[in-house]
C-alpha cells in the first residue's frame, strides 16, 4: 500500500537543550491507523508538532510525497489535520460554522465554498445542528466533534488525534471511536487508552525516551508494556 | 454582565436583530456624539433619549427591566468620578456625567443585545476599524467564558482547602496568566495547523439593503432631532 508519511532518523533537542527525539523511523500507509502508545514525556506529542512543521528537527519527513520544507508547508498542512488534545483551544472562533470554515478559508475557497465544505463536515460528525452556535455551549464530546470537523472540512489525507479521549466520558468515547471508524483518511492516535487504541488501530508503537522501541498490534503492546493492566495490578 | 445572557439576547428575532450591524453601528455611534456633546437642557434632554432607547429595547422585544439594570454596570465607575466633581465643588458636572455615561451604555447595550458577535465585528470590518484590535476583541470573548471557568475551578478549589486568602489569591492570578499564556500558545498552533498565515479570512457580507439604510438614516436623525427640538422649548 502507498505510503503517506514516512519519517526517517528524526532528531529533536528543545532550545533548554533536551533531548526529545532520538532517531524516529515511522511509516504511515494509506488509509491505516496507527495507535501511539507510551508514558509522558516519551515524545509522542513532539513527534506530532513534526508532521505539520510545527517543530523542525534534524532527519526526513515526507507527506504525501512532500518534503517537509517550508515552501511545501501550506500544502502539508492541507493534507494533515491536527486534532489537539484540548478542543478548547481548537476552536477560537465565535461560532461552530466559523470555526469549521476556518481552515477552507485559509485554504483559498470562497466563503460559499468553505460554507458548503463546513456543512458537510459537520453532517458527516452529526453536528449540523449546532452550526450556529458558539463553542462554549457544546458539551467536551461536542467540542470533540466540531473540532474533527473543522479538519476534515480542510479534506485531509491524514488525520493526528492526540488524546482524543481526553475530557471524554464512556458513551462519548463510544461516539468518537464510532466517528472515527467510518472516516476513511490513515489515522494517527496518541492515546493513553488501550482499548480506544485497539478498537481503531491496524498496528501500534511505543514510545520510550524519544525512541520507537516496540511496534505490534495494540494487544501485543499492551501486554508486552502492561499498559491497561497497571491499574489492575494496584488493585 | 453576563456574556452569555447578551449572546442569547443578540440572537433573538425582531425587526432590529434583522437589520445589517453597520446601519446599528452607525446609528449607536451618532448617538454616541449626540449624548456626549448635549449641554444645554441636559435633564430633559436625557430624559428623551432615555425614552428613544427604551422604545427601541421594546421593538428588539429584550426584556426592558433587565436592560435597564445591566446598563447600570457602568454606574459604579462614574459615580466615584461623579463623587469627585461634588467633592471639587461642581455637582452639576458630576451629573452630566452620570447621565451622559448611563445612555451611553444603554445605546451600546441595545446594539450589542441585538446583533450577534460575529456579525458586530464583521460590521466593524467594513467600515474599517483596525482588523487587529477586532481580532483581539474577538478572541478575547471567546476565551474570557473558558479563563472565567478556569478561575470559578480554582477558587472552589481553594474553598475545599480552608478558603483562598489574598497571597494564595495572587498566586492563583499568577497560574491563571501562566495558563492563559500557555493556552495562547497551543490556540496558535491549531490556528497554523489549519493553514494560518496571519489573516482572517471572513465569509461573505450580508447585502446593505434599502430597509437597512432607512433604518440607518431614521435611527441617526431621530436622537439628533430629539435633542434640538428639546433644546429648542427648553430655551
Redesign the interface.
Known sequence: MKAVLEVRNLHFRYADGTPALNGIDFTLAEGETVALLGANGSGKTTFL?HL?G?LTGEGSIQVCGMAMEKPNL?AI??K???V?Q?S???L????VL?DV???P???GR???E??KRGRAALETVGMAHAA?R????LSAGEKKRVAIA??LA?DPEILVLDEPTTFLDPPGQRALADLLVRLPQAKILVTHDARFAQALSHRAVFFQSGKIVAEGSVEELARRFAWDLEMEGAR | MQP?LL?RWS?QASILHRRDPRAKIAAALVFLVVVATAQPALLPVSAGLFLFLCAGLVVARLPLGGALLRAGIVLPFTLTFAAICWMAGDPWRGVSLILKSYLSALAVLLMVSTT???GL?RGFERIGAPRFLLMVS??L???L??ITEQAQHMSKAAACRGGMRFRAAAGALAVLFARSYS?AE??H?????????GRF????DTRFRAADALFAAAACCAPLLLRLVIERVAA
Open positions: 508538532m505539520n510545527l501550506r498542512r492541507a494533515i489535520g491536527m489537539f484540548d478548547e483551544s481548537q477560537f472562533m465565535p461560532t466559523d470554515m476556518f481552515g478559508l485559509n485554504q470562497s466563503a460559499a468553505a460554507a450556529g458558539a463553542p462554549y455551549h473543522g479538519i480542510m | 452569555a449572546d440572537r450577534p458577535l460575529p465585528l474577538q478572541f470573548y471567546r476565551y467564558f473558558v493556552q497551543d490556540i498552533r491549531a490556528m497554523l495547523s489549519r493553514g494560518f498565515e479570512h471572513g465569509p461573505e
